[in-house]
T-cell receptor, first 112, second 115 residues
Framework: DSGVTQTPKHLITATGQRVTLRCSPR?????VYWYQQSLDQGLQFLIQYYNGEERAKGNILERFSAQQFPDLHSELNLSSLELGDSALYFC???????????FGPGTRLLVL | GNSVTQMEGPVTLSEEAFLTINCTYT??????LFWYVQYPGEGLQLLLK?????DKGSNKGFEATYRKETTSFHLEKGSVQVSDSAVYFCALSRSSGGSNYKLTFGKGTLLTVNP
């Protein structure tokens, strides 16, 4: 158990819908990362937050957004969903200045 | 930009065989290097890491040495078990300033160990 929690574990929805994925980092970790894992793209970095502020963006679509709240949990919002958004979404956390990221169990999203 | 190249899988071995999964990287400066493992139906677990040249990371019988001259971080285990069956990801982390340590992953190598 990494100490990072993600909810829900599975999510099935329809095209055009909007969903919210939630992540709680390890106790004391200030940095949260979101990654997408798909068969064709592999594991790709989406976005990073540190202590409530956005710090880096990767291959994140404009239809996707995220935020980190004062209690340090983070949410990833996916809107106008398409079939191709079906993937595993991982959250990871790390301490402020250290590099090791610890991953949550992921949310498996299926868009029908 | 940064990139990681892993040997293509799948890799199938018999129990107690020797394992090598090759990993090479492209990055500026001095990245940190990682191996993560993903067991079926689970998330990513950190297996081992190395943060500077010639460092050896090790865990659960797995080892990898950070070789800057060959830009490699090959994963090895002397005697694999059925329970080692999983997907293995090589990754690098290179800070671009502040506390941004996003990971760049290889495509993953599926390992199957037969009894």
């Amino acid at each position: 158990d990494s100490g990072v929690t993600q909810t829900p574990k599975h999510l099935i929805t329809a095209t055009g819908q909007r969903v919210t994925l939630r992540c709680s980092p390890r106790s004391g970790d200030l940095s949260v990362y979101w990654y997408q894992q798909s068969l064709d793209q592999g594991l790709q970095f989406l976005i990073q937050y540190y202590n409530g502020e956005e710090r880096a963006k990767g291959n994140i679509l404009e239809r996707f957004s995220a935020q980190q709240f004062p209690d340090l949990h983070s949410e990833l919002n996916l809107s106008s969903l398409e079939l191709g958004d079906s993937a595993l979404y991982f959250c990871a956390s790390s301490a402020g200045q250290k590099e090791t990221q610890y991953f949550g169990p992921g949310t498996r999203l299926l868009v029908l | 930009g940064n990139s990681v190249t892993q040997m293509e899988g799948p890799v199938t071995l018999s129990e107690e065989a020797f394992l090598t999964i090759n990993c090479t990287y492209t990055a500026t400066g001095y990245p940190s290097l990682f191996w993560y493992v993903q067991y079926p139906g689970e998330g990513l677990q950190l297996l081992l890491k190395a943060t500077k040249a010639d460092d050896k990371g090790s865990n659960k019988g797995f080892e990898a040495t950070y070789r800057k001259e060959t830009t490699s971080f090959h994963l090895e285990k002397g005697s694999v078990q059925v329970s080692d069956s999983a997907v293995y990801f090589c990754a690098l982390s290179r800070s671009s300033g502040g506390s941004n340590y996003k990971l760049t992953f290889g495509k993953g190598t599926l390992l199957t160990v037969n009894p």
